[in-house]
DNA sequence: CAAACATATTAGTATTAGCTAATGTAACGA
DNA sequence: TCGTTACATTAGCTAATACTAATATGTTTG
């Protein structure tokens, strides 16, 4: 049984729980980019997406590295876009379930 | 490629996004359990463990079934508890990654 | 049917999070 | 070296969230 620390795992999962930040993984999660690029992907204001992506990173969920002026950052490894791609199928599934039998319930 | 809508997607992620709801689901992910079961076992307020369920139930995660005067919480389903796992194993992972490389980092 | 128990709901308050605008810092290029 | 570009940081405001206490609903049992 794995035993993981509930605060840590709450940071983690902290990087999940704002739409930007989801954005910004599902943005750069086949391959790494600039902020300004992500600005420009999420139409977002330059501010913003820089305060989310220091988050990201605090998370765990995203690296950063320099490259002269410009910052790429990417998500940290294959694990973490496997789980980000797992949400997507859990998600699928949950929505025809709640669609085919949960319809009563609102 | 999943094409998954961003704000059902958000309303999914957002019963991951509090300690409580997190330990909830840690709570019943093995076995059903009543709302005072939960209540116990988190050592909480039972309103607002109530509370958490409802959201609990409309992000997707857990469904409840009433057996006379109690109500059995349980999570949705193996795929959901197949994603919590993942949670659980990626954050070891990302921890193991961040102790090695990152430890400059804070 | 009344009391007791299990759960849900509501209202009010406190805390947290996210946004924008402004400013700061660092790298590059003319 | 000065202006420009890329990104980070800060401050202030607003909105969303979570908590507690009180009350309501529904079920069981005596």
């Known amino acids: 049984m794995l035993q993981v620390d509930i605060d840590t795992k709450m940071k983690f999962l902290h990087g999940l729980s704002n739409k930007t930040r989801v954005q910004i993984l599902e943005s750069i999660k086949e391959d790494e980019k600039t902020v300004s690029q992500i600005v420009q992907d999420l139409n977002g204001n330059q501010s913003n997406i820089s305060q989310h992506l220091t988050c990201l990173k605090g998370c765990g969920l995203v690296v950063g590295r320099q490259d002269g002026k410009y910052v790429y950052y990417r998500v940290r490894n294959q694990l973490v876009r496997d789980l ?23």
């Open 84 to 106: 980000l791609t797992m949400i997507d199928v859990v998600l699928e599934d949950v929505e025809k379930d709640v669609a085919c039998c949960d319809s009563h319930i609102d």
